[in-house]
């Protein structure tokens, strides 16, 4: 259950950042999630509303400094244009779109040919060629993710149970204290040792389920430049998106 508000703008300088807030019912306190939509302010439900904007006055800095990134990042991880010759990121390879238009066609249908990657649909757009290309991307990460996790857990004498694929806006993975695996399809996007780090860390919570220094210091035995990688994410991870 959640309840959301308008957007309600703060002054930052010259400017405003306009904000959005929800109530979650799993909050224990407030948080600001920044990314490619917006900045959103997620507040316990019993919040009052009027601690909302002392609570983002205080984090403006964060947020101006986090939107200039994401601003810097745009222009080097800019979305590609979803049409034909254009290309699209996988694993840090690039793959040129041949799209077919066939009016006919039932189901849109995706297939990658070496380099290329052939795409099927029925309309033009790129409503239609974004639909299907994330259900090939899910797909490919079902195998991508699924490959590497049997690796990883097997160099950690370990197990996991099920593995889920989802779409989350401000989330990469998660390891439930059951072993329950789930991670975001669209870190296909990103180079592939930014997918062996996020698998690498899921699996150190299956023996150390918070981020202690236990838990880092267990990471750092199984991923070489962690944290390289890991500021990869907060620095371009909002670009990660078709």
């Known amino acids: 259950m959640s309840e959301v508000a308008g957007l309600t703008p703060i002054v930052a300088g010259v400017s405003s950042i ?18 490619a939509e917006g900045v959103e302010v997620v507040v316990p439900r019993r919040l009052p509303i009027r601690d909302v904007e002392p609570f983002v006055e205080e984090k403006r800095a964060w947020i101006e400094r986090t939107l200039r990134r994401m601003r810097e990042a745009e222009e080097e991880f800019a979305p590609a244009r979803l049409a ?15 799209v077919r238009i066939e009016l006919d066609r039932v189901r849109a249908h995706v297939a990658r040919r070496g380099e290329r990657l052939e795409v099927k649909v029925s309309a033009p757009g790129a409503a239609a060629m974004r639909e299907a290309l994330e259900r090939w991307y899910r797909r490919r990460a079902r195998v991508e993710v699924g490959s590497r996790l049997d690796a990883a857990v097997a160099r950690a004498g370990r197990s996991y149970r099920g593995l889920q694929i989802r779409g989350q806006r401000s989330r990469w993975a998660s390891c439930s204290s059951t072993g329950a695996m789930s991670f975001n399809w669209r870190l296909l996007l990103a180079p592939s040792d930014i997918l062996d780090y996020v698998v690498e860390h899921e699996v150190a919570h299956l023996d150390v389920h918070d981020h202690s220094e236990r838990f880092w ?16 994410l907060r620095r371009h991870g909002h670009s990660l998106r078709l």
């Not at 306009?18 to 990314?35: C, K, L, M, T």
């Not at 070489?224 to 990688?229: A, L, M, R, T």
């Open 84 to 98: 034909d010759g254009e290309a699209v990121p996988y694993l840090g390879e690039r793959l040129t779109l041949d």
């Open 18 to 35: 306009p904000y959005s807030v929800r109530r979650s019912e799993r909050a224990r306190r407030a948080r600001i999630q920044v990314s």
């Open 217 to 232: 210091d267990l990471l750092a035995s199984r991923s070489d430049g962690w944290e390289v990688h890991e500021a990869w």
